[in-house]
Each structure stands twice: as C-alpha cells, then as structure tokens.
C-alpha cells in the first residue's frame, strides 16, 4: 500500500443521508450459478426505484466487462474480484444509496471481509454501514436443472474448470439476514421478504405493495 497518501475528508455520512432523504446500505447477494440471485436483485433494484429511492445494482458478470475484466476465476482472482467489489459497494452505500451486489462469492472469508468493511467504515459521529446478505439458497441439483447459460453442463464435461459447486467450492453463509428459497418463492416474494426485512430495520419507510 502506497504510503505517501492522506485521506481527505469530505461531507459526513449524516449530512449525505439528511440532505438525499435515505439511509445508504449494502445488499449482498450471494448463492449458486442460476440459483436466482441477478433476477432477484433486478426485481428489487426496480421495485426500490419506484420507491423514490436511489439504488444501483453491481453484477457479478457486468463488472466483468470493464472494473474487473483483467481477473479469471482462479480463488486468488475471484479474492479480489469480491475484494473490489465490496469497496465498490461501500463507497455507493457512503454516498447515501442503496448498492445492491450480485455475486456467487461463494468463500465465506471474503463475505466476511466485505461486511468488516462495512462495519468499519464509520468516520467519527457516523454509524456502521449496514450490510445485508441474502443468501438465494436452492439445492444444487435445481441449479443444475435451470442451468440458463449451459454452464453446469460444460463443467461437468470438463470445459470449464473452478466452477463453483462442480470443482470448485462455495461455503454458504452461517447466519445471513435474509433467506431467500428461489425454488419455492416467487420473484415478488422474494422481494417482498426483503422489502419486509428492510422496513423492520428501518432502513426504508415507503413500503407500497410489490408490484
């Protein structure tokens, strides 16, 4: 780490938040390839919009195409991969929005590392960044029956290697805030389950109906 640096401070996060009228926090998705993870966060990034509220969803394969473009799917490369996004994320929920991530980011460590980011990014007189992991729980052999991008199939055929669930691991969460089973709840469920969650914490008030 470069040493020759010196943080500059700028406007408080209260300040942020009272003058954009919301709360900024993190919703950390994570689960299996096809479990549901993008569709859902898709869903609730709209449905947040059409609350008034700011929102921006951060998806595993777009950040691909340009942030992260230079990394593989190695574990060292999917470290950092998450690694830059949980800063991404960090710096959406300090500037008062609402970041929503959508990533397989099946190593605890790093989920863990993520939310410690989070946790620690309180300047004096701010309170913790919240951060909220979903975990889209659904069985492995579901997965690998919706396989949309035949992804399953090349990894069992040897095609792709590391592949999350097949010959790589993914170590779910022990006590996320929100469970989320794509198999038995709809997208409009789901939503709302999170919505529900979200209004319990009192980190959204405008709560109309899921549409």
């Given at each position: 780490?470069?040493?020759n640096?010196?943080?500059?401070?700028?406007?408080s996060?209260?300040?942020r938040?009272?003058?954009?009228g919301?709360r900024?926090f993190?919703?950390?998705?994570t689960?299996l390839?096809?479990?549901?993870?993008s569709?859902v966060?898709?869903?609730?990034?709209?449905?947040?919009?059409?609350?008034?509220?700011?929102?921006?969803?951060?998806?595993?394969d777009?950040?691909r195409?340009?942030?992260n473009?230079?990394?593989?799917?190695?574990?060292?490369?999917?470290n950092?991969?998450?690694?830059?996004?949980?800063?991404v994320?960090r710096?959406?929920?300090?500037?008062?929005?609402?970041a929503i991530t959508?990533?397989?980011s099946?190593?605890?460590?790093?989920?863990d590392a993520?939310?410690?980011?989070?946790?620690?990014?309180?300047?004096?007189?701010?309170?913790?960044l919240?951060?909220?992991e979903?975990?889209?729980?659904i069985?492995l052999?579901?997965?690998?029956?919706?396989?949309?991008?035949?992804l399953?199939k090349?990894?069992?055929?040897?095609?792709?290697?590391?592949?999350?669930?097949?010959?790589a691991?993914?170590?779910?969460?022990e006590k996320?805030?929100i469970t989320?089973?794509?198999?038995?709840?709809?997208?409009?469920?789901?939503v709302a389950?999170?919505?529900k969650?979200?209004?319990q914490?009192?980190?959204?008030?405008?709560?109309?109906?899921?549409?």
């Amino acid at each position: 780490m470069a040493t020759n640096i010196t943080w500059h401070p700028s406007l408080s996060r209260h300040e942020r938040n009272a003058l954009r009228g919301q709360r900024g926090f993190t919703i950390w998705f994570t689960g299996l390839s096809a479990s549901g993870k993008s569709t859902v966060a898709t869903a609730l990034e709209q449905h947040l919009l059409h609350l008034g509220l700011a929102a921006y969803r951060l998806d595993g394969d777009n950040v691909r195409f340009g942030l992260n473009r230079d990394l593989g799917f190695s574990e060292r490369d999917r470290n950092e991969n998450i690694r830059r996004i949980a800063e991404v994320a960090r710096l959406f929920a300090d500037s008062a929005t609402i970041a929503i991530t959508s990533f397989i980011s099946p190593y605890r460590a790093d989920r863990d590392a993520a939310r410690r980011l989070h946790e620690q990014a309180s300047p004096a007189g701010d309170d913790p960044l919240p951060f909220i992991e979903v975990f889209v729980d659904i069985p492995l052999e579901v997965a690998e029956q919706r396989d949309p991008k035949g992804l399953y199939k090349k990894a069992r055929a040897g095609e792709i290697k590391d592949f999350t669930g097949i010959s790589a691991p993914y170590e779910p969460p022990e006590k996320p805030e929100i469970t989320i089973r794509t198999d038995q709840l709809s997208v409009e469920e789901s939503v709302a389950k999170i919505v529900k969650y979200l209004a319990q914490q009192g980190l959204v008030t405008n709560t109309k109906e899921v549409k």
